[in-house]
């Protein structure tokens, strides 16, 4: 029942964010404020969903992250993390959603890890919308 409950929120979210993604164009990877660029928020935030589907679901990436360096690449890497995570979620028996993990952030329950998740995302895209905005080439 939590899966399918948290499953259409997640994705609410989920796709308008890769959406917003996917409208980045190539030159604006590189864009930056401070020490923060565009690309490194994307591979952050699928680097996050994929540390999140182990920490909290026990769902480890069989892949070896990269950061890339064209924007087909972001957006690829940023499908198969959300995949990865929504089959984590898929995957976890009803009985856990509300047992707490201890992890590097504390201790969490599966179902509070997902409400991060989704404010970590927002966050990032909203500085993903600044940088796009006032940023300079890095």
Do not use: C
Not at 19 to 47: M, R
Not at 80 to 97: G, T, Y
């Amino acid at each position: 029942m939590t899966y399918e409950t948290v499953l259409p929120i997640w994705n609410a979210l989920r796709e308008r964010f890769q959406t917003k993604v996917e409208a980045i164009p190539e030159q604006a990877l590189s864009l930056q404020l401070g020490q923060t660029n565009v690309g490194g928020l994307l591979y952050h935030t699928a680097e996050v969903e994929f540390m999140f589907a182990e920490w909290f679901f026990g769902k480890k990436t069989t892949e070896k992250l990269s950061k890339p360096e064209q924007m087909e690449d972001y957006i690829k890497l940023l499908k198969a993390s959300n995949d990865h995570f929504i089959q984590a979620m898929k995957e976890l028996p009803e009985e856990e959603w509300q047992q707490s993990k201890d992890s590097p952030l504390g201790d969490t329950t599966p179902l509070e890890a997902v409400g991060r998740l989704m404010n970590h995302a927002g966050i990032h895209a909203g500085q993903i919308s600044l940088i796009q905005k006032y940023g300079q080439e890095g």
